[in-house]
C-alpha cells in the first residue's frame, strides 16, 4: 500500500493510471482487483493508508495538547515532519 500511495501523492490522484500503481506495488493486474473492486475502492484504501499514517504519527501527542508545551511540542514534530517530507 505505500508504494501506491506514494505514486499518488507525487503525481495526483488522477493523474495515476492502474497500471502505474501496479508497477509500483510490483503486483499483478488480478492481485489488484481480487482486492479492490475498482479504481474507487484503491483510492479510499489509500486515503485510509494515508490518514492512519498521518494519525500513528500524531497520537503520542493528542495526550499532552491542554498544555501549551504540548500544543508546542506537537507543531514541532509536524513541522518537522513536513520538512522531512
Known amino acids: ?3 501506491a500511495a506514494q505514486l ?3 503525481q495526483g490522484v488522477t493523474e495515476a493510471t492502474l497500471e502505474e500503481i501496479r508497477a509500483a ?3 499483478s493486474g488480478s492481485q489488484i482487483y481480487h482486492y479492490f473492486s475498482d479504481r474507487q475502492a484503491l483510492l479510499l484504501t ?3 493508508y494515508q490518514t492512519e ?3 500513528d504519527l500524531q497520537r ?3 495526550g ?3 498544555a501549551i508545551s504540548g500544543l508546542r ?3 514541532d514534530a509536524l513541522v518537522e515532519y513536513q520538512r522531512r517530507l
Open 53 to 55: 499514517a498521518v494519525l
Open 73 to 75: 511540542q506537537w507543531r
Open 8 to 10: 499518488m501523492y507525487e
Open 1 to 3: 500500500m505505500a508504494a
Open 64 to 66: 499532552h495538547l491542554d
Open 46 to 48: 489509500v486515503i485510509e
Open 60 to 62: 503520542p501527542h493528542f
Open 25 to 27: 506495488a510490483a503486483v
